[in-house]
């Protein structure tokens, strides 16, 4: 008798012990997913302050280009400018032709066709602030992200770094950060070095045109994924969290 009610004991301790587990990892899960929320938050108010910074720039370098006549003194003005956007390494500004008018990184200016740029071309058909595919600078060798707009007869430019658009969750090794154009192409990604995460946010950007979040299985792993649409600026912030192969998932993205 003393021996059937041990082995009750030790079943009950068992489920008891097995429900306890479940519980503290869909616990986990709930605070993984949630933090994932507040990433993506937080990466896309970096995203617009940079973004609202160099806006206000662009605004302020037109005025200077209607009232200075003195190259030089477009030059330290633009310097000016640029050094207090965070991640934006010069601003320059392309004439009508496409040439290269003034920068704020080089003085005198290297005489350059800037015309065949795509950002270039996409600027000058909207009098929106555009941000372009990364590209590599032709004088520098370094990739950089175009924040862009055309106002009147220039084109403006911020050479920005790419990973000034995004929060670098630096802290977390299982955590991801991307930004977005609207059309879903990626402008900048941290960690930079992860095939895999790229083409997991390729499949998924069809669908991120406004704010959500998903819990999805890639390939044997399974992550938190939260995007927010900017109201302000074209730019989707993503963030990407691993969760455990438990957790349950919204959808199968293979």
Known sequence: MVRIFSVLVFAIWLTSSAIAQNDVEISETEFLISDTVRS??????????????????IDAASFILSSVRVDRLIHVELKRLASRIPGVRAIIVIGPDGRLLHDSYKFPTVSLDLSDRTYFRVAIATDELVIGSPVVGRTSGSSFVPV?????????????????LVELQSECGDCWSVALQEKGDIVAMFPPDSTFLHDLVERMSPQMRANGSQVVRYRHSVFSVVWRKSPDFPIVSVSIRGLPDTASVDIDVN
């Open 148 to 164: 862009v707009k055309r106002i009147g007869d220039y084109t403006f430019v911020a050479v920005t770094a790419p990973y000034a």
């Open 40 to 57: 993506a938050r937080t990466n896309q108010l970096a995203a617009e302050r940079v973004l609202f910074a160099t806006d206000q720039a």
